[in-house]
């Protein structure tokens, strides 16, 4: 079955007046056979416009910026995960085969010999199941595609980090980068997905988780990268594009003082605070009012 064909979750359409009639009579007769049946009912219905919605939803896509994990997906993801945890918690404390084929003597018999429960359950659980693995194809897909873009758009810096500033072909390649001006989009990017994902797999279920370890783990590492790339490119381009042809100390110190603030995130300190030597010393060479002004270099990528 095809997750576009959202009439085959859709069509059925459960007759609430039938419905609410078979409710009273299982709570006047007091009859817990009925009551189960109607249970079973309502958990089959609540599957199937859960699995329509979400289904209506990959049908609707076709950007593939909107192939990522966000808000609208994830909310329908995990209200279909939600209902389909019940409809299998259902069958486990019933017996499904006997349902509505077995009526015990004295039951009222007015949904008896209706429909095959069990089997009604697989063909749910088989399109529920359909509908989400096709969200986690299509997340995981966007993952990889994010993440290849990030290291697209890095040059390899990490390697140099202890003496960058010595580098002057890293320097260049960072301050002249194309790709400087997309890396934070793309950090929010793997950013927003993660967040949506957590909020996907909190739901305390034990049903699978949508996307793997690999992925999770690509999206984070992905994030740190074009985080860190678009913070030691911003940097370098404020020390030596634009502070080390600064003769005003009192402007240097103000300016040096505002740059150290924005790098008072940990994932932006990181690589900084473990390897990045010689930024430092330049960063308090530039606070001496002995320092020398030097003669200015091209901007590049990152201006």
């Known amino acids: 079955m095809s997750t576009g064909d959202v009439h085959q979750f859709t069509d059925w359409k459960l007759d ?22 109607m249970r079973f009912v309502s958990c089959v219905q609540q599957v199937a416009v859960a699995a329509g919605a979400a289904a209506q939803q990959l049908k609707s896509i076709t950007a593939a910026t909107d192939r990522a994990c966000g808000q609208k997906s994830a909310e329908l993801v995990v209200d279909l995960r939600k209902h389909s945890k019940n409809l299998l918690d259902f069958g486990k404390a019933v017996d ?4 509505f084929l077995s009526r015990p003597a004295g039951e009222p018999d007015a949904l008896h010999g209706w429909l095959q429960a069990a089997e009604v359950a697989s063909i749910m659980h088989r399109r529920a199941t359909e509908v989400l693995t096709s969200f986690s194809e299509m997340w995981e897909r966007a993952i990889k595609e994010t993440h290849g873009l990030v290291a697209k758009g890095c040059p390899a810096w990490e390697p140099a980090m202890k003496s960058l500033l010595s580098d002057s072909d890293v320097v260049e390649r960072l ?21 949506w994902l957590k909020h996907v797999h909190a739901d305390g279920s034990d049903l699978p988780r949508l996307v ?6 690509a999206a984070q590492d992905g994030k740190r990268l074009a985080t860190q790339t678009a ?19 009192a402007v240097r110190r103000s ?35 002995d320092y020398q002004p030097k003669v200015a270099r091209a901007a590049g990528g990152s201006g």
């Not at 007769?29 to 189960?36: M, R």
């Not at 499904?96 to 349902?99: E, K, R, V």
């Open 16 to 37: 609430r007046g039938l419905f609410g009639q078979a409710c009273q009579l299982a709570r006047d007769v007091g009859s817990t056979h009925l009551e189960n049946q």
């Open 96 to 99: 499904m085969a006997a349902l």
């Open 175 to 195: 301050l002249r980068n194309p790709h400087y001006p997309k890396l934070s989009l793309l950090a929010g990017m793997l950013n927003e997905q993660m967040t």
């Open 212 to 217: 793997g370890a690999d992925f999770l783990k």
């Open 231 to 249: 913070t030691i490119t911003w940097v370098l381009y404020t020390l030596t594009s634009k502070l080390a042809q600064e003769a005003n100390v």
């Open 255 to 289: 300016e040096l003082a505002e740059l150290e603030s924005r790098l008072s995130s940990a994932l932006l300190l990181e690589p900084l605070q473990t390897s990045g030597g010689d930024i430092w010393q330049f960063i308090e060479a530039l606070k001496s009012p």
